[in-house]
């Protein structure tokens, strides 16, 4: 039995990995805002959903993942901004 090369280098892997650690916190940082009332519930789960769905999507599409991460992080600093 012979196993095909993936089509993904270990640096690929390791931004996918990036890119659901950012999903991750920002669901995190949504979910938390949504519970002490700075945002509302279900738009706050709603856009938790998107983003999870966004990084299922983007599949072995590197540059999708990148554009993913790109908006993650810009979401995240957004949100962010007004805590610190």
Known sequence: MTIEPSAWRTNDSEVF???RDAVGHLVALLLGLARSGALDTKAATDE???FRSDLLEAGFDRARINQLLAKVEARAAELEGPRQ
């Open 48 to 50: 938790s959903r998107r």
């Open 17 to 19: 990995d990036l890119a």
